[in-house]
Each structure stands twice: as structure tokens, then as C-alpha cells.
T-cell receptor, first 111, second 114 residues
Framework: TQLLEQSPQFLSIQEGENLTVYCNSS?????LQWYRQEPGEGPVLLVT?????EVKKLKRLTFQFGDARKDSSLHITAAQPGDTGLYLC???????????FGQGTRLTINP | NAGVTQTPKFQVLKTGQSMTLQCAQD?????MSWYRQDPGMGLRLIHY???????DQGEVPNGYNVSRSTTEDFPLRLLSAAPSQTSVYFC?????????????FGSGTRLTVV
């Protein structure tokens, strides 16, 4: 059973389109992190959200933490081919130093 | 600034062989962990350590051992390799109990057990 459900698992869209990736759980997390992973490399941290309802922006990427700290979303505006990659959400379990991951979203942006 | 260094990058083992995957970090992070990554399953936690001399099990610890004799090093031992352990293994580290601090990952070890 996956503690964090990420959707969609695969997404292929055209350059310039917008997209949203979702990360949902029935558990409460003390923080939610988003990573991006390139082939042959380890995940690289994009952002950490800590407060319920928090919104963080990283250029064309907008991250939101749900009010109840159980879910998060990643929205990309005007996607570019350079955004192609595997996006992973990860939640830090409350009261324990354990980071659990969703299955990942493999994003392909076509020129 | 090396970050997290994993060796080897690739390894092929025969069923029943043992080996050690090495992980070293130079950021003075208290926390270190091992994950395995399999298609469609994200990363699953194998073992973790909150400091030298302290280790604990994650979601999928069976078939793996760890030890933490120094802050810098956290090796992962496969006792008797099985084909089900074919995977990509990542070591990660971070500061303890700072929910806003992200994890730093190594570049991975791709292990094939035949």
C-alpha cells in the first residue's frame, strides 16, 4: 500500500500547455517535498512546504500544501521541453524522521 | 563540495553472493538513509540512521544490513543477493528534525542480480 498516491503517473503534453500533478494521502505530514529526477541521477530537491495552505513559486512552477497537510500539488505554467523528467513528491512522517515517496510522475514535454 | 558519494555506480552479482554498497557524505549531516527505486514504485526506504552508532529499519529491510560507525559513512550490505534485489539504490542524507531541510541524494548504484 502506497502511503502517498501521486497522479498522473505519466503525462505527455505539448510545449506551452499547463499541467498539474497531484500528491494525496490519508496521513498528515510535517512537511512535503518535491523532487525532480533525471535519468541516471539521484532526485534533486525542488521545494519544501511546511505550513498547511502554503504556496511556493519557483519561476513557472507553483507548489501548494493542503490545509490539512495531507496533500500537495505541483502546477507548471507554459511547460517547456526542459521540464521533462520524473517528478517525485515525498512526505516527512510526523514525529518520525522518515521520508516516504509517491510513485512519481513521468512528464514529457513535446516541442 | 562532493555532497553524497556512492560507489560503485554499476554492479552485477550472482545469486547468493554478498556485497557492500558504499555511501559517504561530507556535509556533516546527522541523518543518512538508503532507498531502492523500482519502476512504478517510487523510492522505498530500506534502513536509516539518525547518528553514529544508531540505525533502524525502513519499509523494506529484509536481506540488507547497515552500520554507522562514523558520521560520514553509511554502507549497505547485501548478505545473500537475490534476483528480487535487482534495483537502483540511492543513499540520502539531511540534517535532523528540520522539516524544511531537503534530502541530498547520491547518484545511485544500479545493481543487477542474475
Amino acid at each position: 500500500t502506497q502511503l502517498l498516491e501521486q497522479s498522473p503517473q505519466f503525462l505527455s503534453i505539448q510545449e506551452g500547455e499547463n499541467l498539474t500533478v497531484y500528491c494525496n494521502s490519508s496521513s498528515v505530514f510535517s512537511s512535503l517535498q518535491w523532487y525532480r529526477q533525471e535519468p541516471g541521477e539521484g532526485p534533486v530537491l525542488l521545494v519544501t512546504v511546511v505550513t498547511g495552505g502554503e504556496v511556493k513559486k519557483l519561476k513557472r512552477l507553483t507548489f501548494q500544501f493542503g490545509d490539512a497537510r495531507k496533500d500537495s500539488s505541483l502546477h507548471i505554467t507554459a511547460a517547456q521541453p526542459g521540464d521533462t523528467g520524473l517528478y517525485l513528491c515525498a512526505g516527512l512522517i510526523q514525529g518520525a524522521q522518515k521520508l516516504v515517496f509517491g510513485q512519481g510522475t513521468r512528464l514529457t514535454i513535446n516541442p | 563540495n562532493a555532497g553524497v558519494t556512492q560507489t560503485p555506480k554499476f554492479q552485477v552479482l550472482k545469486t547468493g553472493q554478498s556485497m557492500t554498497l558504499q555511501c559517504a557524505q561530507d556535509m556533516n549531516h546527522e541523518y543518512m538513509s538508503w532507498y531502492r527505486q523500482d519502476p512504478g514504485m517510487g523510492l522505498r526506504l530500506i534502513h536509516y540512521s539518525v547518528g553514529a552508532g544508531i540505525t533502524d529499519q525502513g519499509e523494506v529491510p529484509n536481506g540488507y544490513n547497515v552500520s554507522r560507525s562514523t558520521t560520514e559513512d553509511f554502507p549497505l550490505r547485501l548478505l545473500s543477493a537475490a534476483p528480487s534485489q535487482t534495483s537502483v539504490y540511492f543513499c540520502a542524507s539531511t540534517y535532523l528534525f528540520t522539516g524544511a531541510s531537503g534530502y541530498t541524494f547520491g547518484s545511485g548504484t544500479r545493481l543487477t542480480v542474475v
